[in-house]
C-alpha cells in the first residue's frame, strides 16, 4: 500500500524567500503529482512527473522527482502572497486507478 | 475549458437519507473517480471507474456507496444511509487515461445532522 508524507504540514513565510516542501512515498510509484486547494475550493492539477530525474517549472514553482529516493520536491522561488495556498503531492498506483495522496502543505506568504 | 462540473454544490441531508451526488466528467474522458475530503484533512480516494465497472475501491468505499453512469455524460455517487461521518467535500475527477493528470471538480460540501 502505498504511503505518502510531507513535510511541513504548515510553511510560513516571507514574500521573497525560497522555500521547498517534500514528499515521500513509500513504495515504487513511476508517477508523482502536485496539487494546489484553495481555501474552500477544489484541486489544481500543477505538475505531473513521470519519470526519475523530471523537472517541471510553472513561474515560482520547480518540482522535481528522484524515484531511486522516493522523494519529490516543489521548490518555491522568492515567494509571493497569490502563492499562498495548500499544496497536495500524490502518487499513483500501478494499476494507474488510483490517487493516494500527502496530507498536505499549507503556505501562507506574508507581506 | 472543459471541465468536470459537479452538482449540487452543498448538500444538507439527515442522517440516514440516502444522497446522490451528481457529477459530468470531461467528455472525452474514460476513467472516472470519487475522493473526498474531510474538513482540513487530507484528500482520500473512494472508487474509480472504468468500461462501466469499478476498476478500484478503497475501505472506505463499503455497501453503503455506489456508483453508478447512468448515461453518457452523468457519473453518480450514492450513499444509500448517510452517517455523521460522512460529513465531506466530495469531489468527482475524470482523466483521459489512467489517473494521468486528473481534472478534479469544484466538489459538493456534504452535510450530515
Known amino acids: 500500500e502505498l504511503k505518502v508524507e510531507q513535510n511541513p504540514l504548515f510553511l510560513s513565510m516571507q514574500e521573497g524567500k525560497n522555500y521547498t516542501i517534500y514528499c515521500n512515498y513509500s513504495?515504487?510509484?513511476?508517477?508523482l503529482y502536485w496539487y494546489r486547494q484553495d481555501p474552500g475550493k477544489s484541486l489544481e492539477s500543477l505538475f505531473v512527473?513521470?519519470?526519475?530525474?523530471a523537472v517541471k517549472q510553472e513561474g515560482r514553482l520547480m518540482a522535481s522527482l528522484d524515484t531511486k529516493a522516493r522523494l519529490s520536491t516543489l521548490h518555491i522561488t522568492a515567494a509571493v502572497h497569490d502563492l499562498s495556498a495548500t499544496y497536495f503531492c500524490?502518487?499513483?498506483?500501478?494499476?494507474?486507478?488510483?490517487?493516494?495522496f500527502g496530507g498536505g502543505t499549507r503556505l501562507m506568504v506574508k507581506p | 475549458e472543459p471541465e468536470v462540473t459537479q452538482t449540487p454544490s452543498h448538500q444538507v441531508t439527515q442522517m440516514g437519507q440516502e444522497v446522490i451526488l451528481r457529477c459530468v466528467p470531461i467528455?472525452?474522458?474514460?476513467?472516472f473517480y470519487w475522493y473526498r475530503q474531510i474538513l482540513g484533512q487530507k484528500v482520500e480516494f473512494l472508487v474509480s471507474?472504468?468500461?462501466?465497472?469499478?476498476?478500484?475501491k478503497s475501505e472506505i468505499f463499503d455497501d453503503q456507496f455506489s456508483v453508478e453512469r447512468p448515461d453518457g455524460s452523468n457519473f453518480t455517487l450514492k450513499i444509500r444511509s448517510t452517517k455523521l461521518e460522512d460529513s465531506a467535500m466530495y469531489f468527482c475527477?475524470?482523466?483521459?487515461?489512467?489517473?494521468?493528470?486528473?481534472?478534479f471538480g469544484q466538489g459538493t460540501r456534504l452535510t450530515v445532522v
Open positions: 513504495t515504487t510509484s513511476d508517477r
Open positions: 475527477a475524470s482523466s483521459r487515461q489512467g489517473s494521468l493528470e486528473a481534472f
Open positions: 471507474f472504468y468500461n462501466n465497472e469499478i476498476s478500484e
Open positions: 467528455s472525452n474522458h474514460l476513467y
Open positions: 512527473l513521470l519519470s526519475n530525474g
Open positions: 500524490a502518487g499513483d498506483n500501478n494499476a494507474g486507478n488510483m490517487l493516494t
